[in-house]
């Protein structure tokens, strides 16, 4: 679990914001002694290691028990000839990634290919980036990718289910073609998709294109990088979010290997709850055209909505951050932008107010509708009261009229769009059941007090309570496999609930 989420020691357990659904304080409760974690918040889930891999990864068990398998170090014994039929697809995909991938490198020592090198060269990647990042070239003709693979072994229904290649009126045709191709990975580095830029001249074709959705790819679930990126944005506590896959690639090559970009999308939920696993903190690097743009303004708002501290860097106009990683003067001044980053409450509202008039009704009411909606979402009640004054003296009017204005603004119709999981209701207890829960967790952080519950307390609290102490009289360690005997499964669940939970 630890290699997914940043972990903080309470006791004899662990704590952390939970993956699985947005939250502003850590209710996800970890216990290596007891092999379990629970969610104690908005999801109310829980489960082994095997549930959290196969949840935060998206995938069945097989999967999740290959991947565990893998990190100790434990061959598995064969499967079944039913499940080894449904891990041989998957497996199959996962190959057909990686051959292809080889097969766009092997191009490069083509004529083209050369010509593709030079241009990467050009524009600042090193030998080791190209490796590396396994950049690749996608020849001109409408089939050599598809006949290649067929040549290997792969069926025509297998590289379309990869997203390889599209069905059109001519027959099939390999999706990729004419194209520097970029590897997309998961968290575990396996290629699972590609981006491609076009080469050359095409006014009629678009400059981007990514595979298309996938039984291993969806774009708006992959972050680009985070695969290298991962350890290092948990190490540094902050993440670096660009546009392109060349703006990772080349600020990576300058050092800052924290940094990701969002596969080709706007900024998604899905795509933020992955990065919440390793830090709360999002610097936005953008050019003005598309930090200005709504869609990546709704992914801003959504990253404050769902609690990260966003910074925002102001590049140079007419300069990317690939632009900026390749001179000395210039990798010295992006070092300059990303430590001076400015909040996106500071950046949107000086945008406003270089775009309208703030002298005017019309002009006052614009740069209203442009900050609103993002001081809506952000979470802390001191901070929205900080940016109510600082609108309100720009605007010359009063911290009353914002605050009407700010409340009538619609809720934002993006958590609709969001399948982050709300809490279910939950009966309500009493003041009594909530007390003997209490204890209950007590006693499981400290098994010597059983002792101090002694006959005169006993008789204030309910029968359940008394019949739950004496079973674990049974067994003064309070562990819980010895426990599984003395209680029944309604109980034993229950248990260890209060096993991971923290005293309140």
């Avoid at 908005?42 to 082994?48: L, P, V």
């Avoid at 979470?379 to 914002?402: G, N, R």
């Avoid at 709300?422 to 207890?429: C, G």
Wanted: aromatic share 8%; charged share 30%.
């Amino acid at each position: 679990v630890g290699s997914y989420l940043t972990l903080q020691k309470v006791g004899v357990n662990f704590r952390a914001n939970c993956p699985f659904h947005s939250e502003k304080s850590p209710s996800f409760f970890v216990s290596p002694t007891r092999q379990m974690w629970h969610c104690f918040g908005g999801c109310q889930t829980g489960g082994d290691i095997f549930k959290f891999i196969m949840d935060i990864e998206g995938i069945e068990f097989k999967e999740a028990l290959e991947i565990l398998a893998q990190r100790a170090g434990v061959e598995l014994p064969k499967w079944s000839p039913q499940d080894a039929k449904l891990v041989s697809e998957k497996k199959r995909l996962y190959d057909i990634q990686e051959l292809t991938t080889q097969f766009f490198e092997k191009q490069l020592e083509s004529t083209t290919g050369k010509k593709v090198k030079a241009y990467l060269r050009e524009r600042g990647l090193s030998e080791e980036s190209i490796t590396t990042w396994k950049i690749g070239y996608a020849p001109e003709g409408r089939r050599v990718l598809s006949d290649f693979l067929v040549k290997n072994g792969y069926t025509q229904n297998e590289i379309e289910k990869a997203g390889l290649s599209v069905r059109t009126e001519r027959g099939n045709s390999d999706r990729f073609w004419g194209r520097i191709m970029f590897p997309i990975a998961d968290l575990n580095s396996r290629v699972i998709g590609f981006g491609g830029r076009l080469f050359g001249e095409g006014d009629k074709v678009a400059k981007y294109i990514n595979t298309s959705s996938t039984p291993l790819y969806d774009k708006s679930k992959v972050v680009y990088g985070l695969d290298k990126a991962k350890v290092d944005i948990r190490k540094k506590d902050f993440c670096i979010l660009v546009e392109g896959y060349t703006d990772v690639i080349l600020m990576a090559q300058a050092g800052h290997t924290n940094i990701v970009a969002s596969s080709g999308t706007a900024l998604t939920s899905s795509q933020l709850r992955i990065l919440k696993r390793y830090t709360s903190e999002l610097i936005t690097a953008f050019d003005m055209d598309v930090a200005g743009d709504k869609a990546t303004k709704r992914g801003v708002e959504l990253a404050v909505q769902e609690g990260f501290d966003v910074k925002v860097i102001v590049m140079p106009h007419g300069k990317d951050p690939a632009d900026m990683s390749t001179k000395e003067s210039d990798k010295e001044e992006m070092n300059k932008l990303i430590k001076e980053a400015g909040s996106v409450m500071d950046f949107y509202l000086a945008s406003a107010l270089k775009s309208f008039d703030k002298t005017t009704s019309d002009g006052k009411r614009k740069i209203g509708n442009e900050i609103l909606p993002i001081l809506r979402k952000i979470p802390s009640k001191i901070e929205q009261a900080h940016w109510v004054k600082q609108l309100a003296e720009e605007l010359d009017v009063t911290e009353q009229i914002i605050v009407e204005e700010l409340n009538r603004v619609a809720k934002p119709s993006v958590l609709k769009q969001t399948d982050t999981k709300s809490a279910p209701e939950r009966p309500q207890k009493s003041r009594q059941e909530l007390l003997e829960e209490q204890v209950l967790v007590l006693l499981f952080q400290s098994p010597s007090m059983l002792g101090d519950i002694t006959a005169e307390y006993i008789e204030y609290f309910s029968d359940p309570f008394v019949e739950m102490i004496e079973n674990l009289r049974k067994i003064p360690s309070l562990e819980l496999a010895e426990l599984k005997d003395v209680v029944n499964e309604e109980a034993f669940e229950q248990l260890k609930l209060f096993s991971l939970q923290p005293v309140s």
